[in-house]
């Protein structure tokens, strides 16, 4: 978003007091605008799968009395397509309905890492993946923003908890910090430049997020370059005036002017620089110009094209987890069916908290399942929606399924257990429900559980006894007929898993530090957070992440990976080898066996979802920069690439690897200096290092055969190599001079 032409002559005509006033909310939902000087004010308004403009009159929190919107699938359903093209489609429709709805800023995509299942909000997020997470971000704004419609993206950073939120302070080092929770940022922003970007509740490492200098100013805006508006979560801003000076520029909501007026005396007694306020007040004009202009005339809502295409993108978001004998599809009239369970008739498709819409008009799959099966299908509650257990209903269900062939049986989360606000204490399913599956196996063993759940659920006690698991997920206001279309193979379902399916809470990697206490969470697992963790423990899981099951099978063929400059470029053909039409998620994962630092055994760095034809072959062709390869060096404070040979995985899931490559990459100097205070081991493996620690110590093997004998025995060497080169110089190896000589050679040749 360029700098709008207006920005410059408007600021110049402001007095302190009105610059101040630009700086919160007008309003809930408004920005502050100076009628007088021709900056408008603009309507922000909550996301991220549908525009929930609230009704005139609405609460004063602005969670309830939403106009009418298009719900989409949540992030949960829609991040298991795996397709950027079709996230971009949805992105494009919510930019029209914002439109429609004259919003001009989106508050959305949600980024945060699903760092645990429990997260009462991780129906709101993509992945626990950074780079899927990152570039399905990117999708997202590209396709809002294409529409003249602002987006927020959020929630920046750390913010992986529901659980004492406004305050807890999220401990983490540095480099799982720089690895795992900003690169999705990171690429969203320098590939899109969202309008906006929403600071978290929390404290980072003891700083609330809306007053911390280093991710607002150092990382967004000088290393990223993030050009627009830095605004709260809504009341997320506990001192202005600090938050200000650390690069946060709209505070939301309103705080009828409590907080200007704080800005302004500030400013007055010289603890503030005007200049602070007037970067901030210039970002805050040019956004509402741009919200201003970017706004159509003529926007109108297209109400039955945006349920079809909700009904499209709930089809694309349901992962087939299991699909014994080919059960599934279903063909109609090829024998009697029963549905079990309340979420059939009342469907639960979207998250509690600030994103719920009311929806322009909301299928259910009882109805939509009846109508491709071309019968009146028999029906079951079986249990109450907040999972009660209720005998009558039981006894009912399990009359109802002993009569039919198949049944098909609705399972899920009800909406009291997982919300924004809150986190969830386990992974189960309601006891009643789970209860009601074991009757039912009793007497019917063709069971074809689906699952409507906004973050994971353990389903290991029971998975392996049913012949069929559909994950569902929340599938926004059309996700009834998109279950059905996949359920009599209208849809074959593409779907992948973006979170790891545990075989047990207690197998969750944050188990025992999740959500932390006394106000301080510590993510104590590092970099090892769902398949980094479980691949490389090489630990059990139900279902692995990436995974997904289709009504047709592909085979991988001819893979290729190879180093051109600074891309590394992946290749394999995939032939469908099914009789269906289908869509395959090719994933591309690296490793460095024997890495320097500790390192998951494989990341994904790339995948594309691709539709191939039943019969056919296309060659896939995958890139990632060599860059992308990189760990953050903690001690020299930068990213850097290390040289030796990565092994490149080409595959369907994280577990499942078609085919393993190797690649020969240079990597970057060292980014550990040398000293005397270098152990020999790090001397040994450093590439400028190495040869003249070997050029010195052949002349001082020559002079002490003893310490030759040493160097040269493999298990004294082991020894040898954790001796800091001061150590050698106190055995009389060397001498101080020596030593120091040594240094100043590696850093001539490094320099």
């Known amino acids: 978003m360029s700098l709008h032409p207006q920005t410059e002559s408007i600021l110049a005509t402001l007095t302190l007091e009105q610059k101040a006033s630009l700086l919160s909310g007008a309003s809930f939902w408004d920005t502050e605008g100076i009628e007088d000087a021709g900056v408008p004010s603009i309507i922000l308004s909550d996301g991220p799968h549908g525009v929930r403009r609230q009704s005139t009159g609405g609460d004063h929190l602005g969670l309830l009395d939403g106009e009418p919107a298009t719900c989409f699938p949540p992030a949960v359903g829609l991040g298991s397509s795996w397709d950027p093209i079709l996230v971009e489609r949805v992105g494009e429709a919510l930019g029209r309905e914002a439109q429609a709805k004259r919003v001009s800023v989106l508050l959305g995509p949600g980024i945060n890492i699903k760092r645990d299942p429990r997260c009462g909000r991780n129906f709101e997020y993509l992945s626990e993946d950074p780079l899927h997470a990152g570039v399905l971000g990117s999708a997202f704004v590209r396709g809002v923003q294409s529409q003249g419609v602002g987006t927020s993206l ?29 690169p999705a940022f990171r690429r ?11 600071c ?4 980072v490492n003891g700083v609330y997020a809306s007053e911390h200098n280093w991710l607002l100013n150092t990382v967004l805006r000088d290393e990223w370059g993030f050009e627009g508006v830095v605004v709260s979560d809504w009341g997320a ?13 709209l505070e939301m909501p309103s705080t009828n002017g409590r907080t200007d007026a704080d800005v302004v005396a500030a400013v007055n007694d010289g603890s503030l620089d005007i200049a602070v306020v007037d970067t901030a007040a210039r970002r805050l004009i040019d956004l509402a110009l ?6 159509w005339a003529d926007a109108e809502l297209d109400v039955p094209g945006q349920h079809a295409l909700a009904r499209e993108i709930a089809g694309r978001s349901i992962v087939l987890l299991r699909n014994e004998g080919d059960i599934l599809p279903l063909t109609p009239g090829a024998g009697s069916l029963a549905v079990i369970g309340e979420f059939a008739r009342t469907p639960r498709y979207q998250g509690a908290g600030s994103s719920q819409i009311v929806p322009t008009r909301l299928d259910n799959a009882l109805d939509e399942i009846r109508a491709q099966a071309g019968a009146d299908v028999p029906y079951a509650a079986g249990f109450t929606l907040e999972g009660d257990e209720d005998a009558a209903l039981a006894d009912e269900a399990v009359r109802v399924a002993s009569a039919a062939e198949t049944v098909l049986y609705f399972m899920g989360l009800p909406s009291s257990a997982e919300s924004e606000g809150f986190d969830r204490d386990d992974i189960e399913l309601p006891a009643a429900q789970t209860a009601l599956l074991e009757r039912l196996l009793a007497v019917n063993p063709r069971i074809i559980v689906v699952l409507s759940n906004g973050a994971v659920v353990r389903v290991s006690d029971w998975n392996e006894r049913v012949p069929a698991l559909v994950e569902g997920w929340l599938l926004g206001q059309a996700g009834g007929g998109a279950i059905a279309d996949v359920l009599f193979g209208v849809v074959n379902p593409s779907g992948r898993l973006t979170e790891s399916i545990p075989e047990r809470l207690q197998d969750v990697p944050a188990f025992t530090s999740f959500p932390g206490e006394h106000g301080s969470v510590r993510y104590a697992e590092g970099l090892y957070v769902g398949y980094r963790h479980y691949d490389t423990r090489e630990a059990a899981v139900t279902y692995p992440f990436g995974f997904g099951l289709s009504y047709t099978s592909f085979a991988y063929d001819h893979p290729v990976a190879r180093v051109e400059g600074e891309t590394v470029r992946v290749s394999v053909h995939v032939t469908n080898t099914g009789a269906r039409d289908g869509r395959e998620v090719v994933q591309v994962y690296s490793g460095l066996p024997g890495a320097e630092v500790s390192r998951p055994v494989h990341e994904l760095r790339a995948f594309a979802s691709v539709e191939i034809p039943a019969g056919e072959t296309r060659e896939v062709e995958l890139s990632f920069p060599v860059a992308g390869l990189a760990y953050f060096s903690t001690i020299a404070d930068v990213w850097s690439v290390e040289g030796g040979t990565y092994v490149i995985e080409i595959a369907a899931s994280s577990r499942d690897i078609r085919a393993h490559l190797d690649i020969q990459v240079a990597g970057d100097p060292s980014p550990i200096p040398l000293s005397v205070n ?10 400028v290092g190495a040869p003249i620690l070997n050029a010195a110590f052949a002349q001082v093997l020559a002079e002490a055969p003893a310490v030759g004998g040493m160097l040269n025995d493999p298990h004294l060497r082991k020894m040898a190599e954790q001796m800091p080169m001061s150590q050698m110089v106190a055995f009389g190896a060397l001498s101080p001079e020596q030593a120091q000589g040594l240094v ?8």
């Not at 801003?237 to 520029?249: I, N, Q």
């Not at 741009?290 to 706004?295: I, M, T």
């Not at 100043?744 to 320099?751: D, H, I, T, Y």
């Open 154 to 182: 959020k929630h920046y950073a750390a913010n992986n908890q529901e659980t004492d939120r406004l305050r807890v302070s999220a401990e983490i080092d540095t480099r799982t910090l720089r690895e795992l929770y900003l």
């Open 237 to 249: 801003v506990r001192d202005r005036v600090p938050a200000l000076a650390a690069g946060l520029d």
């Open 188 to 198: 969203v922003v320098t590939e899109t430049q969202p309008w906006t970007v929403m």
């Open 678 to 687: 270098s152990t020999l081991g790090e001397w040994f493996a450093h590439p």
């Open 200 to 203: 978290s509740y929390n404290r």
């Open 290 to 295: 741009h919200g201003r202009d970017g706004l």
């Open 744 to 751: 100043s050679a590696v850093e001539q040749a490094s320099a």
